[in-house]
């Protein structure tokens, strides 16, 4: 874990002032105002430690109901993007081999995130692009709750390329920016 409280105070301004700010996720605001989203900072250098803390957040998220998610940060050893979407596979297959499939589902982030059949340039891959490389455990049967209740939510995704693709690579590269100063 690094000596600075950056990477977690970075990662939740960037929840803040960019995800719940530009309505990028529907449910974040919700579960931000309520404090229920926990920031856990750690080292991806050591893959087995990743996975270790996946499974120790799985089980806090068990027996802490009032915790809705978890965002792990890492904070070193996942800064190129395929290396990352090789410890994103490994977490999803430890979540299946432990049970958790049903349960528990990752969502991903990165500072390079690119999307399949998209150039890095496209301000589409700012809906999944972050401060620092994230793993995001969600409560399935919270996730199926609220988009039961929300009208049309196969048009989330596409609601928000078109949103980035309006702002623009310069304004967006410049919000990222943004959220590294005090």
């Known amino acids: 874990m690094p000596s600075s409280p950056e990477p977690l105070h970075q990662s939740r301004a960037w929840v803040e002032r960019f995800v719940v700010a530009?309505?990028?996720?529907?449910?974040?605001?919700?579960?931000?105002?309520r404090d229920r989203v926990r920031y856990v900072a750690v080292d991806a250098t050591?893959?087995?430690?990743?996975?270790?803390?996946?499974?120790?957040?799985?089980r806090h998220l068990d027996a802490t109901p009032e915790t809705e998610?978890?965002?792990?940060?890492?904070?070193?050893?996942?800064?190129?993007?395929?290396?990352?979407?090789?410890?994103?596979?490994?977490?999803?297959?430890?979540?299946?081999?432990?049970?958790?499939?049903?349960t528990y589902q990752l969502a991903s982030f990165h500072p390079d995130y690119v999307?399949?059949?998209?150039?890095?340039?496209?301000?589409?891959?700012?809906?999944?692009?972050?401060?620092?490389?994230?793993?995001?455990?969600?409560?399935?049967a919270s996730l199926e709750h609220a988009l039961a209740r929300f009208p049309h939510p196969e048009r989330i995704p596409e609601r928000n390329i078109a949103q980035m693709r309006e702002l623009g690579l310069d304004a967006l590269m410049t919000r990222l920016e943004m959220l590294k100063r005090p």
Not at 79 to 89: N, S
């Open 22 to 33: 530009l309505d990028v996720c529907p449910f974040a605001r919700q579960e931000v105002e």
């Open 46 to 58: 050591d893959t087995e430690q990743l996975l270790l803390t996946l499974i120790d957040e799985c």
């Open 69 to 102: 998610t978890t965002l792990l940060v890492l904070t070193a050893g996942a800064e190129d993007f395929d290396h990352y979407l090789d410890c994103l596979a490994l977490s999803e297959a430890l979540l299946e081999a432990q049970g958790y499939d049903g």
């Open 115 to 140: 999307f399949d059949g998209t150039g890095p340039d496209d301000p589409a891959n700012y809906t999944n692009r972050s401060p620092w490389p994230m793993l995001h455990i969600l409560r399935e």
